[in-house]
């Protein structure tokens, strides 16, 4: 939970590198809330509501952790548009967020593994 909240507390950081752990970390944690979300709303209309309300809530987070997850790739952030191809840019998205970070400082910061508090 601690790294879902760092990422909320750091929403508009596009700069800077995000490790792998925190990129996924964020993920799973949006995934069980989506799925608990898409399981309330079969119950009652309200949840749709809400779903949507936390879906536009955490538009901005998503894209920043996106792009900090890229550059600690060594990419920059504008790789997140291959999403929008069908299919491949899905999947070349997921192999550059599933790649490790790059050794040492690149240009957009020092390695958060270098770090032994993060």
Not at 12 to 37: C, D, H, T
Not at 52 to 70: E, K
Not at 78 to 88: K, T
């Amino acid at each position: 939970m601690q790294w879902y909240l760092n990422v909320l507390k750091n929403y508009v950081g596009f700069q800077g590198r995000a490790r792998r752990k925190e990129y996924w970390m964020f993920s799973l944690i949006n995934f069980i809330i989506f799925f608990i979300f898409s399981i309330l709303g079969e119950i009652a209309d309200i949840f749709n509501i809400l779903f949507g309300l936390y879906t536009l809530a955490i538009l901005l987070p998503s894209l920043a952790v996106g792009f900090r997850r890229l550059h600690d790739t060594g990419k920059s952030g504008w790789w997140l548009l291959l999403g929008f191809i069908p299919l491949i840019g899905s999947i070349v998205l997921l192999v550059f967020c599933c790649q490790d970070s790059q050794e040492g400082d690149n240009k957009y910061g020092p390695n958060p593994k270098a770090d032994e508090n993060y």
